[in-house]
């Protein structure tokens, strides 16, 4: 796995995680121990979570993962979260990748994204 790399759960392994977890792609930022930490990515805009927006040119073209969704999702936000994803990387496939601005967004805000679990966060909602 390489930072920028954008990951969902596979439908076949569906059943063996928390659907609350996985329901969304995420961006490999890197690996500690055993866990991976990513970003999640989402369409949603609602202003409860403080997503932040992405632009087009910041996810590669090509692949499963597109900007946006529909016409009532055109757009792409990360969750202002630094998640860690205790997943195995077999039960994962690649459907994107983020470009070099992609990687200069996220970088540039890392240090906004609060760093937790997604089951702790959803807890304190």
Request: glycine share 6%; charged share 30%; with cysteine.
């Amino acid at each position: 796995m390489k930072k920028g790399e954008i990951y969902k759960l596979s439908p076949d392994f569906r059943g063996d995680y928390s659907a609350d977890c996985y329901n969304h792609p995420f961006v490999f930022w890197e690996q500690e121990n055993a866990d991976f930490n990513g970003i999640m990515l989402t369409t949603s805009d609602n202003p409860n979570f403080k997503n932040i927006l992405m632009k087009k040119e910041h996810i590669e073209e090509g692949y499963e993962f597109k900007f946006g969704k529909s016409p009532k999702r055109p757009n792409s936000y990360i969750a202002p979260l630094y998640l860690l994803k205790d997943v195995k990387y077999e039960h994962l496939i690649k459907v994107g990748q983020l470009t070099e601005e992609g990687l200069y967004f996220i970088s540039d805000r890392l240090h906004l994204l609060e760093h937790t679990d997604w089951i702790y966060y959803m807890k304190r909602k």
